[in-house]
């Protein structure tokens, strides 16, 4: 069974730093590229950002809203995704949710196709406020 | 940025009526669609990828359409399960951005 359980909201000062995770199972995490998509109270999705796997270079890529706060990280050796957020701000009060990234796809072990956006945490919720 | 621009944001429906939802998107996408559905205090859920391919598992009463900037997410015939709030997403390029959602009800 598929699971992506995320960890670490939380409330937080304005300014203030939070790293959540996000421990995948079920499926073969180093071949997936993983995003981070926000909902905040109310709103819409967010696409946070994104970074691919280490084959294909493990590069990041960010929302203009959290680039140069905002880190993501992954630990294949442990199966998790990580988001390093820094000098918060209240707009980034919102629920944060892994995800298989949200485009092309991946190969599991077993040689299915994994379809970008098809697995979802159930979120973690982030509050910035003083 | 691409902006997707998805009509209309709420709609109320009778079970069994046929319910469209469009999504435009500011520039040709090709078919870079995905479409999710999000029930309340859940996370979003797959339906239609590559703008017309329906994923495993989901009902056959739901179908994507489109290709260039204009897309269509259709339920055939509403079931008050499908009661959601729908969000197109282009896969064309990042940022990944999203339409603004629908908000389905039924009568």
């Known amino acids: 069974e598929v699971q992506l359980v995320e960890s670490g909201g939380g409330l937080v000062k304005p300014g203030g730093s939070l790293r959540l995770s996000c421990a995948a199972s079920?499926?073969?995490?180093?071949?997936?590229?993983m995003s981070w998509v926000r909902q905040a109270p109310g709103k819409g999705l967010e696409w946070v950002g994104h970074i691919k796997s280490n084959t294909d270079g493990g590069t990041k890529d960010y929302a203009a809203a959290v680039k140069g706060r905002f880190t993501i990280s992954r630990d294949d050796s442990k199966n998790t995704l990580y988001l390093q957020m820094s000098s918060l701000k209240t707009d980034d009060t919102a629920v944060y949710y892994c995800t298989t990234d949200l485009a092309g796809f991946f190969y599991d072990s077993d040689n299915s196709r994994v379809m970008g956006g098809d697995y979802w945490g159930q979120g973690t919720l982030v509050t910035v406020s003083s | 940025d691409i902006r997707m621009t998805q009509s209309p944001s709420s709609l109320s429906a009778s079970a069994g009526d046929r319910v469209t939802i469009t999504c435009r998107a500011s520039r040709s996408i090709d078919s870079s669609v995905n479409w999710f559905q999000q029930k309340a205090g859940k996370a979003p859920k797959l339906l239609v990828y590559?703008?017309?391919t329906l994923q495993s598992g989901v009902p056959l009463r739901f179908s994507g359409s489109g290709s260039g900037t204009d897309f269509t997410l259709t339920i055939t015939s509403l079931q008050p399960e499908d009661c959601a709030t729908y969000y197109c997403q282009q896969s064309y390029w990042t940022p990944w951005t999203f339409g603004q959602g629908t908000k389905v009800e039924i009568k």
């Open positions: 590559a703008a017309s």
């Open positions: 079920g499926f073969t995490f180093s071949n997936a590229w």
